[in-house]
């Protein structure tokens, strides 16, 4: 399954979406840490709201105990510039998107080891959609490729 991970993230509510969004989709997600919050915080149990239990999460403590976990993985960097558009890319089943801080994105000795990137086309004189928007679109279509969209329910948006 595609798994979706956000590294050293600095606010709750986009972490909580994320968990909401994995709980909803059944993928896996990743808490690369530091974070820039407590991961027992009001703002991140309001924003996942009762889905966070029903998200299959791992934190890691640090990004060395992430790549330990990678290792033999492809990892997917989500860029907001300088990637390629991510409906022109072929994801597999196995792969691990990977969203950077909100503040600063990925650092650049991460996104030197990674040769997969993927951006979201944007009108000219915008820097970057939201992370959490960014993952849930960008997981979406790598979930829709691989044939991983669970089936459409009543509960669905």
Excluded at 19 to 25: F, I, V, Y
Excluded at 45 to 59: C, E, F, H, K
Excluded at 126 to 151: D, F, H
Aim: net charge neutral.
């Amino acid at each position: 399954m595609i798994q979706l991970a956000f590294y050293q993230p600095e606010i709750p509510h986009n972490t909580g979406a994320l968990l909401r969004l994995s709980a909803c989709l059944g993928n896996p997600f990743h808490i690369v840490g530091p974070t820039g919050f407590l991961m027992s915080e009001k703002h991140l149990q309001r924003a996942s709201l009762d889905y966070g239990p029903l998200a299959q999460s791992t934190v890691h403590d640090s990004p060395e105990a992430f790549w330990k976990y990678c290792r033999g993985l492809r990892v997917v960097a989500l860029v907001a510039q300088a990637g390629m558009p991510y409906t022109a890319f072929s994801y597999t089943p196995s792969d691990i998107l990977l969203l950077g801080s909100e503040s600063t994105g990925l650092p650049p000795q991460v996104l030197h080891a990674l040769p997969d990137r993927v951006t979201i086309p944007m009108l000219p004189q915008r820097r970057s959609l939201n992370a959490a928007l960014a993952g849930a679109i960008v997981l979406t279509e790598a979930l829709r490729q691989c044939g991983l969209l669970p089936q459409q329910t009543a509960g669905g948006a």
